[in-house]
């Protein structure tokens, strides 16, 4: 039987896979995948608690965890775009718009 400890591993791995690849990896491309990463952990964590204590609170915040997560990919993949059509290249590390 699968219990509230399974569904809090599995969130808490996956959200670690997305803190690593924030951290870890130079695409921006990978960072916003990485950040939706860890948003899917959160709501395995909200559905999962919404479930054991019976409540449907957690499950209706999950709409709109996935509406912010929706709009972040849009502005994130938009911005993307105009920066790869400015400096054609998708590194953080070659990015740099605040200097001169």
Excluded: C
């Amino acid at each position: 039987m699968i219990t509230l400890t399974h569904y809090l591993i599995l969130a808490a791995i996956i959200f670690l896979i997305g803190v690593l690849g924030v951290l870890m990896r130079r695409n921006i491309i990978i960072i916003l995948l990485s950040i939706e990463l860890m948003l899917n952990a959160v709501n395995i964590n909200l559905v999962a608690f919404s479930h054991y204590l019976n409540n449907i609170a957690g499950q209706v915040f999950v709409f709109f965890v996935m509406t912010i997560a929706a709009a972040e990919a849009a502005v994130g993949l938009a911005i993307i775009v105009a920066l790869f059509r400015r400096l054609e290249t998708l590194n953080v590390d070659e990015i740099n718009l605040m200097k001169g």
